[in-house]
């Protein structure tokens, strides 16, 4: 059974920072590429940033230059370290793993921005 686990999520001032981490078990991850998204209250999912099996990255502009995701396939896992937090970055973040015909999602892990 293919289980994404998310973790990191929370509470943080603006300004602030953290690091989320997205845990695969029943795959080999390093077969897959990984992304990242968001899903704010009111708002569609959007993919924030990917990395292919090959660590090329890809962001979307808003978070370009504040986010960085990385993989480590030994651990099966795949992060997104997210400085210069904003209120509007509130949302439920979701990691995924992406095959060449299947795709695996997280259930989801909340991160508030907020004084």
């Known amino acids: 059974q293919v289980q994404l686990v998310e973790s990191g999520g929370g509470l943080v001032q603006p300004g602030g920072s953290l690091r989320l981490s997205c845990e695969a078990s029943g795959i080999m991850s390093k077969f897959y590429k990984w992304n990242w998204y968001r899903q704010a209250p009111g708002k569609q999912r959007e993919l924030l940033a990917r990395?292919?099996?090959?660590?090329?990255?890809e962001y979307e502009d808003a978070v370009k230059c504040r986010f960085t995701i990385s993989r480590d396939n030994a651990k099966n896992m795949a992060y997104l370290d997210m400085n210069r937090l904003q209120p509007d970055d509130t949302a439920v973040y979701y990691c995924a793993a992406i095959g060449s015909d299947v795709a695996y999602w997280g259930q989801g892990t909340q991160v508030t921005v907020s004084s």
């Open positions: 990395i292919t099996t090959d660590d090329v990255t």
